[in-house]
């Protein structure tokens, strides 16, 4: 139930950082963070433990989803990127690589397991959208943190 809630409460938290509460995101991020952590490793954390190969498959795949959603909930803290400082920034963009990578490595997996499951058409054309997003995204996430570097260069040079 509280996984569901998230997105809310990360609406939420994120709405303090333009109302001028800055200092108040990265507490709330945090125990978000803290939080959905807990609640996926309530749900998988047996099926983890198992003996049985295709549930720890499918903990596996969702371990990893729900760590890639804790991830965004740190962008709570730290705004959008015209209001984030270059510090925010240069956090930002490791921070949405590494979701990107936990996405597909958890979709991968999910795959793996629905494919063991005798399911082979969407699994199939699920891992080939994998295969050609996330490299994709992540070119786009690398011109991006170029992007916001040589902004927040060009403003540290006026200054």
């Known amino acids: 139930m509280f996984l569901w809630t998230s997105p809310f409460l990360l609406a939420i938290a994120a709405s303090a950082h333009p109302l001028g509460m800055s200092s ?15 609640a996926g490793w309530t749900l998988g954390g047996r ?4 003996d049985n190969v295709e549930r ?4 596996l795949a969702g371990g990893l989803l729900v760590a890639a959603w804790a991830v965004i909930t740190i962008f709570a803290a730290i705004g959008p990127p015209h209001l984030a400082t270059l510090a925010e920034n240069k956090l930002r963009y490791p921070l949405i690589l590494m979701d990107a990578i936990a996405i597909a490595g958890g979709l991968l997996v999910l795959r793996e397991a629905l ?5 082979c ?20 996430c690398a ?17």
């Open 115 to 119: 494919s063991g499951a005798d399911e």
């Open 47 to 50: 099926a983890h433990r198992a």
């Open 24 to 38: 108040l995101t990265y507490p709330m991020a945090a125990a978000l963070v803290a939080a959905i952590l807990a």
């Open 56 to 59: 720890q498959k499918l903990a």
């Open 143 to 159: 011109v991006q943190l170029g992007v916001y570097r040589a902004i927040g260069r060009a403003g540290a040079e006026q200054q």
């Open 121 to 140: 058409l969407y699994s199939t054309l699920g891992s080939a959208a994998i295969l050609l997003a996330t490299p994709l995204y992540i070119v786009f």
